[in-house]
C-alpha cells in the first residue's frame, strides 16, 4: 500500500486526535482541516510542519556554514610556517573531507528546499543546534554505524532484539525514535510481511534513510574523536544498504511524545534507544504507548537507561521501569541484558561496550493517560498570547548582558587594564576584581575563535 493511505488509515490529526485523510502530496485533518504536507518524499506530522522545516533547514544550513568555517581556518593554519609535511598532509586530509562533505550536505538541504537564512553569527547567538548536538549524545555516528561501517554491530543488536520478541509476527510495527533506521530496515527484513513505520523528528536521519531503503549510496565523512592515524583525522564511509526494501516500510517525520497513531492501532511498538532521551516523564509516556497499541499488542524496548532528565525522581533503574510497565497496563513478557559494541568505529581507537537493556511487553488492559506534570507553557503554543516572566530570567538576561558589555569594549586601542577601569561602574566591582574575570572572558572568547567544530 502506498505510503499516504496507509498512514491515513493508522494516524490521527496530532493537533485535535480527529482522522487523516490522503490528499495529492499531503495528508488532511477531517476535523480541523490542518494539513501535513509530504515534503522531500516525507510526511511532516508536525503541529505547525513549516516552522519544523524552517528550524530543521536552519540547522543544515549552519551545519554547511560551520564546514565552511572551519575550512576557512584550517587553510589559514596550513600556512603556518615549519609545519612538519606529514602534518600538511594531515591538515589537507581533514580540509578535503570537510568540502566533501559540505557537498553531500548541501545536497540534502536542497531537497528540503531551504532557503539560505541568516548568518553563521546570528545561528551561534540563537543558539541554533547543529543536527548531531540534538542530544547530549550526539547521533551523527549512528549513521555511520547503520550504514557504513559493516554489519557486524547492526547483526548483534538486531540478533539480540530477535531473542528478546520470539519468533511471533510483528503486524503493524511503529519504530518511535528510528533514526537513521538500521534497526527498523533489519527487523522488517527480518519479519516478512510486517507493515513498518518508521518515525523520527529529524529529517536528516529519515533522508538518510530513504535514500538507504531505495538502495542509494551517500558518501558521508567521519571526523574521529580519536582517530587512530593521520589519515583517519576524515574518512570517507560510503553508506548503502544491503538491499532496496520494496514493500511495507514507510517513513514518517513525527513526534514521539505526540504520536500521532490512532488509538489501538499498531500491533508491535518499538523504542530503541529513546524512552532515557525523551524530556517526558516514562511514567507519562508509557500511557501514551498503551493507548496507541492493540489489546495483546507488544512494546519492545531497546537501549541504555541514561535518563537525562532535570528530576532525579525521573532517572530511572531497570527496576523501576519494570515497575512502570506493570503500573502502564503491560505485562513483561521478556527482559534481558546483553553487554553490546556501541559505535565502534574501524577509525577510531575507542572501541566502547554498553550493558544494554531490553524488554517485550504485553498490552494487558487500557490505562487513562497520564497527564505531564511540566506541560508546555501556553504563550510557546499561542502566538498572541502575553509571555509573563519567570524568577530566573532577569538571571539570563543579566549574564548575557554582562558578556556583551565585555565583548564590545575590545575596538583595538584598549587593554586589559583599560577595560577594567572603564567597566568599574557597569559591573560594580573594583578594576582589581574586575581584572580576572576579563582575562577568563577574553581568554575564553580568544579559544572559541579556534574551536573547530566536528560532526
Ligand atoms: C539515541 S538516538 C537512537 C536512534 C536509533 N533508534 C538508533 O538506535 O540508532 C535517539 C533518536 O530519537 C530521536 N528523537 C528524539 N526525540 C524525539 C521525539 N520527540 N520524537 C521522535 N524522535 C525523537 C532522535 O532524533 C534520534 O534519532
Same mark, same amino acid.
Given at each position: 500500500?502506498?505510503?499516504?493511505?496507509?498512514?491515513?488509515?493508522?494516524?490521527?490529526?496530532?493537533?485535535?486526535?480527529?482522522?487523516?485523510?490522503?490528499?495529492?502530496?499531503?495528508?488532511?485533518?477531517?476535523?480541523?482541516?490542518?494539513?501535513?504536507?509530504?515534503?522531500? &518524499?516525507?510526511?511532516?506530522?508536525?503541529?505547525?510542519?513549516?516552522?519544523?522545516?524552517?528550524?530543521?533547514?536552519?540547522? *543544515?544550513?549552519?551545519? =554547511?556554514?560551520?564546514?565552511?568555517?572551519?575550512?576557512?581556518?584550517?587553510?589559514?593554519?596550513?600556512?603556518?610556517?615549519?609545519?612538519?609535511?606529514?602534518?600538511?598532509?594531515?591538515?589537507?586530509?581533514?580540509?578535503?573531507? %570537510?568540502?566533501?562533505?559540505?557537498?553531500?550536505?548541501? %545536497?540534502?538541504?536542497?531537497?528540503?528546499?531551504?532557503?539560505?537564512?541568516?548568518?553563521?553569527?546570528?545561528?551561534?547567538?540563537?543558539?541554533?543546534?547543529?543536527?548531531?548536538?540534538?542530544?547530549?549524545?550526539?547521533?551523527?555516528?549512528?549513521?555511520?554505524?547503520?550504514?557504513?561501517?559493516?554489519?557486524?554491530?547492526?547483526?548483534?543488536?538486531?540478533?539480540?532484539?530477535?531473542?528478546?520478541?520470539?519468533?511471533?509476527?510483528?503486524?503493524?510495527? /511503529?519504530?518511535?525514535?528510528? &533514526?537513521?533506521?538500521?534497526?527498523?530496515?533489519?527487523?522488517?527484513?527480518?519479519?516478512?510481511?510486517?507493515?513498518?513505520?518508521? +518515525?523520527? +523528528?529529524?529529517?536528516?536521519?529519515?533522508? =538518510?534513510?530513504?535514500?538507504?531503503?531505495?538502495?542509494?549510496?551517500?558518501?558521508?565523512?567521519?571526523?574521529?574523536?580519536?582517530?587512530?592515524?593521520?589519515?583517519?583525522?576524515? @574518512?570517507?564511509?560510503?553508506?548503502?544498504?544491503?538491499?532496496?526494501?520494496?514493500?511495507?516500510?514507510?517513513?514518517?517525520?513525527?513526534?514521539?511524545?505526540?504520536?500521532?497513531?490512532?488509538?489501538?492501532?499498531?500491533?508491535?511498538?518499538?523504542?530503541?534507544?529513546?524512552?532515557? @532521551?525523551?524530556?517526558?516523564?516514562?511514567?507519562?509516556?508509557?500511557?501514551?504507548?498503551?493507548?496507541?497499541? %492493540?489489546?495483546?499488542?507488544?512494546?519492545?524496548?531497546?537501549?541504555?537507561?541514561?535518563?537525562?532528565?532535570?528530576?532525579?525522581?525521573?532517572?530511572?533503574?531497570?527496576?523501576?521501569?519494570?515497575?512502570?510497565? /506493570?503500573?502502564?497496563?503491560?505485562?513483561?513478557?521478556?527482559?534481558?541484558?546483553?553487554?553490546?559494541?556501541?559505535?565502534?568505529?574501524?577509525?577510531?581507537?575507542?572501541?566502547?561496550?554498553?550493558?544494554?537493556?531490553?524488554?517485550? /511487553?504485553?498490552?494487558?488492559?487500557?490505562?487513562?493517560?497520564?497527564?505531564?506534570?511540566?506541560?508546555?507553557?501556553?504563550?510557546?503554543?499561542?502566538?498572541?498570547?502575553?509571555?509573563?516572566?519567570?524568577?530566573?530570567?532577569?538571571?539570563?538576561?543579566? +549574564?548575557?548582558?554582562?558578556?556583551? @558589555?565585555? *565583548?564590545?569594549?575590545?575596538?583595538?586601542?584598549?587593554?586589559?587594564?583599560?577595560?577594567?577601569?572603564? *567597566?568599574?561602574?557597569?559591573?560594580?566591582?573594583?578594576?582589581?576584581?574586575? *581584572?580576572?574575570?576579563?582575562?577568563?572572558?577574553?581568554?575564553?572568547?580568544?579559544?572559541?575563535?579556534? %574551536?573547530?567544530?566536528?560532526?
Amino acid at each position: 500500500m502506498r505510503t499516504l493511505p496507509l498512514l491515513a488509515q493508522l494516524l490521527g490529526c496530532p493537533v485535535c486526535e480527529s482522522s487523516l485523510e490522503a490528499a495529492t502530496e499531503a495528508l488532511v485533518c477531517k476535523g480541523c482541516k490542518q494539513t501535513y504536507p509530504n515534503w522531500a &518524499g516525507l510526511p511532516w506530522l508536525f503541529h505547525r510542519p513549516h516552522e519544523y522545516r524552517a528550524d530543521w533547514g536552519h540547522r *543544515l544550513r549552519f551545519y =554547511v556554514q560551520s564546514l565552511e568555517r572551519d575550512i576557512q581556518t584550517l587553510k589559514l593554519e596550513q600556512k603556518i610556517p615549519d609545519l612538519l609535511s606529514s602534518t600538511v598532509e594531515r591538515l589537507r586530509y581533514i580540509i578535503q573531507g %570537510k568540502i566533501e562533505q559540505q557537498r553531500e550536505i548541501e %545536497k540534502l538541504c536542497h531537497e528540503l528546499e531551504v532557503p539560505a537564512m541568516g548568518s553563521y553569527e546570528l545561528h551561534t547567538a540563537m543558539g541554533t543546534p547543529l543536527p548531531e548536538q540534538q542530544s547530549l549524545l550526539g547521533y551523527y555516528a549512528n549513521v555511520l554505524r547503520d550504514w557504513g561501517w559493516g554489519e557486524s554491530e547492526n547483526q548483534a543488536t538486531a540478533d539480540f532484539l530477535s531473542e528478546v520478541m520470539g519468533p511471533e509476527q510483528l503486524g503493524v510495527m /511503529a519504530v518511535l525514535g528510528s &533514526g537513521p533506521s538500521r534497526l527498523a530496515y533489519d527487523l522488517h527484513r527480518r519479519y516478512p510481511g510486517s507493515t513498518t513505520l518508521a +518515525i523520527d +523528528i529529524n529529517p536528516f536521519y529519515l533522508l =538518510v534513510a530513504a535514500r538507504m531503503i531505495a538502495g542509494k549510496t551517500l558518501q558521508l565523512y567521519e571526523f574521529p574523536m580519536a582517530p587512530r592515524d593521520l589519515k583517519s583525522f576524515a @574518512v570517507k564511509v560510503k553508506c548503502k544498504a544491503p538491499e532496496p526494501i520494496k514493500e511495507g516500510f514507510h517513513l514518517l517525520l513525527g513526534d514521539a511524545t505526540r504520536p500521532s497513531l490512532k488509538p489501538a492501532s499498531v500491533d508491535t511498538l518499538l523504542t530503541p534507544w529513546l524512552i532515557d @532521551v525523551l524530556p517526558l516523564d516514562l511514567r507519562a509516556f508509557a500511557t501514551r504507548i498503551n493507548r496507541v497499541l %492493540k489489546p495483546d499488542g507488544r512494546w519492545v524496548n531497546f537501549g541504555a537507561l541514561v535518563f537525562h532528565q532535570t528530576l532525579q525522581s525521573r532517572c530511572y533503574s531497570r527496576e523501576e521501569v519494570l515497575d512502570i510497565l /506493570a503500573a502502564s497496563g503491560f505485562e513483561v513478557l521478556k527482559s534481558a541484558d546483553r553487554e553490546l559494541p556501541y559505535l565502534q568505529g574501524p577509525h577510531s581507537c575507542q572501541k566502547r561496550l554498553e550493558l544494554l537493556f531490553a524488554f517485550s /511487553a504485553r498490552k494487558v488492559r487500557e490505562v487513562p493517560i497520564l497527564a505531564e506534570v511540566e506541560p508546555t507553557p501556553a504563550w510557546l503554543e499561542h502566538v498572541t498570547d502575553i509571555i509573563p516572566p519567570w524568577p530566573e530570567l532577569q538571571q539570563q538576561v543579566f +549574564i548575557n548582558h554582562s558578556l556583551a @558589555v565585555i *565583548l564590545a569594549q575590545v575596538n583595538g586601542q584598549r587593554s586589559l587594564r583599560d577595560l577594567s577601569e572603564l *567597566l568599574v561602574p557597569q559591573m560594580g566591582m573594583s578594576a582589581e576584581q574586575i *581584572l580576572p574575570v576579563l582575562r577568563r572572558v577574553l581568554g575564553k572568547a580568544w579559544d572559541q575563535r579556534l %574551536k573547530a567544530r566536528t560532526f
